[in-house]
């Protein structure tokens, strides 16, 4: 017989979160899979085309049955819409057991943000008999700390306690890197809730691999006419605080200034490089977020309305084509040490797009970038440095940024593969 594994997730199809292709890839391996997760309206809290407050409550997809229940939609994005979703999901969650068949070898948390979708997760492993495994990809409550500005020391003293005592109540904890992993166990520790030395935590370093299509060559045809003559960056994916797209956005500002009417590059910050002809650099940002209201409007502020483009938002499988049709990808994050120890699983994605990236990063992920030759790499938020690595990647001759790319693929299909860390993934969770 098979083995049978519960997935605990918030967001799940149809929002776009790569646990999506996690439970595809379960399923194709022959394990019987249940999800447990909410009803969709990530990221604008508005309820999808054919779900509502009133489900429906089961599903069939790939293989995998659902089990949706209720949860206040972050409608508005506003602090008190988010908190209110952040606590409704786990407590109708748990209250959803009830109706799931049980028989699972192990629970899978797929722990992005809250932490609190932790507690459903725990309550299940409990009523089941199964061994919890908590994959942590938003260290709590450091990530709380990007979205909502939390300034009293007892509520964060609360928030941290809260999400210790989450961690220390599974039997295995999965992080993205070595760095995490070694936050993880200094909370936490290694001795798993039930006090026994035969329950030794477990902990396991896998990051987030590259769904496969990122990897199979594409263009959009339509773009590339549109973007020829000019530098195109791209950003695709969610607009939030930690994205820290402010960063780009006065980046590009900075290109602007330094390259304007009749400038080159031997005009920039950058007198070491050779001259070029003037940098006529465009922005193309894919997907949406709480943070779209605020973008637009620096945007208009600094008046880059003719070199920024918003996008909308399209399904992952799209990505591929729209990255064919630029010259560069952009992958950043807003500058905090604990963010730092993640690897954001965007920088996967892009490598695998075979671009040459500019990544506004400090920590884990700067490392990896760095370590690719694939990427110009500068500390998360330092505008000033993300502006002279645009100018000097535009810069760059058509074969540099080809060997560029190519570093970049090599270096995905080298870590971040999706065959290998789905089996890693598999082992260590379900002890095969």
Known sequence: MGKRLLVVTQHFWPENFRVNDLVEGLVADGIEVDVLCGLPNYPKGEWFNGYSANGPWREAWHGAQLYRCREVPRRGNTGKSIFLNYVSWPWYARRTLSRLPGGYDAVLCYNTSPVLMSWPAICAARRFSAPLTNYVLDLWPENLYSVLPVKSRF????????????YRRADRLIALSEGLAARLKARVGTENARGCIEHEKKYAVIPQYCEDFYAV?????????????????????????AQSLETLLQAMALVRQAAGPGRTRADTKCPSEPACTPLPVHLLLVGDGMSRPALEALTDKLHLRDCVTFYGSVAPEAVPAL????????????????LGLTIPAKLASCMACRKPL???????????????????VSAACDADALAENIVRLAGADTAARAAMGDAAFAYYQAHYRRAALLRQLEVFVLGE
């Open 323 to 338: 990255a064919g049709a630029c010259d560069a990808l952009v992958v950043s994050l807003s500058d905090s040490p604990d």
């Open 217 to 241: 060559p594409a263009c959009d045809e339509a773009l590339a006419r549109q973007n020829a003559g000019r530098f195109t960056l791209l950003f695709a994916g969610n607009f939030s605080p």
């Open 358 to 376: 500019l990544v506004s990063l400090s920590g884990e992920g700067a490392v990896a970038a760095q370590a690719s030759g694939g990427a110009f």
């Open 155 to 166: 509520l964060r003293a609360v928030a941290k306690g809260t999400s210790d005592w989450l």
